[in-house]
């Protein structure tokens, strides 16, 4: 058994038309949203998942169990994703 790294949900939903450096239109739709915030060291940006990107990424997650195994050739069916 492997643990899903986080940058796999993340280069996933960028692969999939839902997020970009920052949320792009089909990922604000689904409730991707980013926020800017003062840390000690300045300002910066986080990317945010509501409830229904969160049940999304549930929904898909066999698929990015295996999107983490794979090189970053794989070719998704991203109609049958969505």
Known sequence: MKGIKTTSITNWLIKINMLEYFADENGIQLG????ERLGMYGSY???????????????????IAYYNTQKKSYNFNTESNI
């Open 32 to 35: 991707i949203t980013t926020q």
């Open 45 to 63: 940006k986080v990317v945010l998942y509501d409830s229904n990107v969160q049940q999304f990424i549930l929904d898909n997650i066999d698929t």
